[in-house]
């Protein structure tokens, strides 16, 4: 599994408009600018594409920062 | 259920309609441009057809399937049954296929009932149409596919709002002894009945004084419960889990395999969806992988068979060909088939004012 530094820039490289850089582990992946519902939806083709993990709406609920995510991404891949 | 056959019935024809109004994701003003932007970019929905207040579903099928009956040289009398598949019908009684088949001017004998379905409805169509016709008994068919969405959708629900453009497809089918196998794999999953929804209408609501009232869901969200309602995520979720395995045990049963497939002709959800479902069934060859909604939007029911007309016509007509189809989506139900084309009719897409 690679690192949440490293799930944190593949992820942010899937976010067209953000500036690399500017996205961190711990930011809220919430207050990324311009974010909207439609970046739910390129995280979720992210997660499946690359970790074959379903993320689903109580994890995107349950979930702040950008780790968060990942943390949900690792358990899911063991099981 | 597994995968099912269906043999000696052929493929004879396609036509589809669209409105002539065109809608613009870029001039939606419920939104914020670079949000109107993100949208495109993601779904890859640019424009949309809308229906105007005269024109209803069965406007949208009534011209296709007349022009392709001219086309064929199917004389009124010769067609045995007409199946419409939509889930925006003209009246929520009677169905819409008897009313286009007094229209068409069809015989009395003609069979003609409507099946409830959205986004997998052409598989599940060319399933039961392809089944009343194979024993020979009943030799022509007509198979009227399409919906008017855009009734039921809000213009203050920027998640439903701007996915949906209108239109209407006609698809002929014939028996036929010497036609090769038809594979159909179908599934259901009604669990998922609240993430595509119109709450209110029907015999579970009714109408009520709540039923026109506009309530914000979320910011950018409003409707009232006689509108479309889409949960974009459990849709995306059900269409990762759901569509590939499908297929693959689709191809698994035809004993095929996916690279002498010419062409995948999937429903037209979105850009996001159909490229995630193309990524893992390891389709490298992205041409193969048709696309209309960037011009069309998500048409529902016919966005197999308009796909088929806007971006392939002239091989559809030519040649002979593999296909894959894939619907998948409201209720959830899904299904796909795969069947040998030889030189269809393909009709230009008919734009109607």
């Known amino acids: 599994m690679i690192s949440a530094e490293e799930f944190t820039s593949q992820l942010v490289a899937e976010f067209e408009e953000v500036e690399p850089g500017t996205v961190f582990p711990d930011t809220n992946y919430r207050e990324i600018k311009n974010w909207s519902s439609m970046y739910a939806l390129i995280i979720i083709a992210f997660v499946d594409a690359n970790f074959d993990v379903q993320l689903n709406a109580d994890d995107l609920k349950n979930t702040q920062t950008v780790r968060d995510l990942y943390n949900i991404v690792v358990e899911k891949a063991k099981a | ?353």
């Open chain 2, 1 to 353: 259920m597994s995968v099912v056959t269906i043999d000696s019935v052929s493929l004879k024809g396609i036509a589809a309609a669209v409105p002539k109004l065109t809608y613009s994701n870029l001039e939606y003003g419920h939104i914020e441009m670079p949000e109107r932007e993100l949208f495109i970019k993601t779904t890859g929905i640019r424009e949309r057809r809308v229906a105007g207040r005269h024109q209803s579903t069965s406007d949208l099928c009534y011209e296709p399937a007349l022009q392709l009956m001219n086309r064929l040289g199917w004389e009124k009398e010769s067609i045995d049954a007409v199946i419409v598949v939509t889930q925006s019908p003209d009246y929520f009684i009677p169905g819409s296929a008897v009313i286009l088949q007094d229209r068409l001017g069809l015989k009395k004998s003609c069979l003609a009932f409507d099946i409830n379905l959205g986004c997998s409805g052409y598989v599940y169509g060319l399933y039961v149409l392809g089944n009343l016709l194979s024993s020979g008994q009943l030799k022509r068919g007509l198979l009227l596919v399409g919906d008017k969405s855009t009734v039921s959708t809000a213009y203050t629900d920027k998640s439903a709002y701007p996915l949906f453009g209108d239109a209407g497809s006609a698809t002929a089918l014939e028996y036929d002894p010497s036609a090769g196998k038809m594979y159909f794999n179908m599934g259901s999953d009604g669990s998922g009945k609240d993430a595509i929804n119109i709450e209110h209408g029907g015999s579970r609501n009714g109408i009520d004084e709540t039923t026109f009232k506009l309530v914000e869901i979320e910011p950018g969200i409003a409707r009232e419960k006689r509108h479309l309602k889409l949960d974009g995520i459990a849709i995306f979720n059900f269409a990762l889990r759901e569509v590939a395995p499908n297929i693959r045990e689709l191809y698994e049963a035809a004993g095929q395999a996916p690279e002498n497939t010419d062409f995948f002709v999937f429903h037209q959800a979105n850009r996001l969806i159909n490229e995630s479902v193309r990524k893992k069934l390891k389709i490298t060859d992205t041409h193969k992988v048709l696309y209309s909604l960037e011009k069309y939007g998500n048409t529902s029911s016919a966005s197999i068979p308009l796909t088929m007309i806007t971006e392939a016509a002239a091989v559809l007509s030519s040649k002979e060909l593999m296909l894959c189809l894939c619907g998948f989506g409201v209720g959830f139900s899904w299904g796909s088939a795969l069947l040998r084309t030889k030189g269809i009719v393909c009709l230009p897409l008919i734009e109607l004012p």
